[in-house]
C-alpha cells in the first residue's frame, strides 16, 4: 500500500520543470496533489506573489478536502542582477520564495494533519553565488532561514526541511565533458534526484529530521575547481582583464 495513499500534497509551482516531477511522484503514489501555477492548465493557476491569491487557494483546498499533509514550496524567484533588477523586481522576487512560502503555511497551518510535513526548495545558491544573481540569491537565503525558523514554531505541528537543489536539468539535455566532471558524481542533476529526497522528508522514515537543509548537488559545492582542471577553462573578456 502507498505511503501518500489519499494523502493531500500541496506544491506551488507545480506546472513544469522540479515542481511538475515532485506533484507526479506523489500522484503516483497515490496521493491527492493540489498544485498552484501561472502556467495555464488544469491545475489551480495564479500568481503566488499576491496575497488574495494565495488566500483563495488556501480556502479552496481546505473547502475540497479539509486537511493538509504536506506543502512543498517549490515556485521560483526570477533571477536578477544589480545592474538591471529594480526595487519591484527584487520585491516580487522575494514575495514569490519567501512571503509566499510563510503566507500559505500561515494559512493553512490550522489545517495540517497529524505528521504533517513542508519542504522548502531552496538552492545551493543561497551559500555560494554567480555574478548578477542577487534577487534569486536573497531569496533563495531567506527561504532556508524561514525553513528553520517554522520548524521551531511548529514544532508537534509539522516537520518542516528544506532542499537545495544544484544544477538540476529540466529540459531533458545530455551534458557531458566539463558540465559532467565538475560533480564528483560525473553528471548533471535530474528533476526524480529532488523528488526522492521530498518523498523521503515527507515519509515517516523522516520522523526524527526537521529544520535540516539538505543541498543535492552532486557534490559540485564540495569540490574545489581550479583553472584547467576538470576540463574547466576560466577566461576574461577584454573589459575585465
Known amino acids: 500500500m502507498n505511503e501518500f495513499a489519499d494523502k493531500v500534497i500541496i506544491v506551488t509551482g507545480g506546472a513544469q520543470g522540479i515542481g511538475q516531477c515532485v506533484a507526479n511522484a506523489f500522484r503516483q503514489q497515490g496521493a491527492q496533489v493540489c498544485v498552484i501555477d501561472k502556467q495555464r492548465g488544469s491545475h489551480f493557476v495564479g500568481d503566488i506573489a499576491k496575497k488574495e491569491v494565495l488566500e483563495v487557494f488556501a480556502k479552496t483546498v481546505v473547502e475540497k ?9 517549490n515556485a521560483t524567484p526570477a533571477m536578477q542582477g544589480i545592474d538591471t533588477c529594480s526595487y519591484e523586481a527584487f520585491e516580487e522576487a522575494l514575495r514569490v520564495g519567501v512571503t509566499a512560502p510563510f503566507y500559505l503555511v500561515k494559512l493553512l497551518k490550522d489545517h495540517l494533519r497529524p505528521g504533517a510535513s513542508i519542504v522548502n526548495i531552496s538552492s545551493s ?15 533563495k537565503g531567506g527561504i532556508s532561514a524561514l525553513t528553520h525558523a517554522l520548524a521551531i514554531s511548529l514544532a508537534g505541528r509539522a516537520r518542516v526541511n528544506a532542499i537545495s537543489p544544484g544544477w538540476i536539468d529540466t529540459e531533458s539535455v545530455v551534458y557531458e565533458g566539463a558540465d559532467a566532471l565538475q560533480h564528483p558524481v560525473g553528471r548533471v542533476g535530474h528533476p526524480m534526484d529532488i523528488a526522492h529526497m521530498v518523498l523521503f522528508l515527507c ?17 559540485m559545492t564540495k569540490q574545489m575547481i581550479y583553472h584547467n582542471e576538470h576540463g574547466w577553462n576560466l577566461s576574461f573578456s577584454e573589459e575585465e582583464k
Not at 65 to 73: F, K, L, P, Q, R
Not at 203 to 219: H, L, P, R, W, Y
Open 203 to 219: 515519509s515517516e522514515k523522516a520522523g526524527f529530521i526537521t529544520g535540516e537543509n539538505i543541498c543535492i548537488d552532486g557534490g
Open 125 to 139: 545558491r543561497e551559500k555560494m553565488s554567480m555574478s548578477q544573481t542577487e534577487s534569486y540569491t536573497a531569496a
Open 65 to 73: 478536502y479539509g486537511h493538509v499533509d504536506a506543502i512543498i514550496n
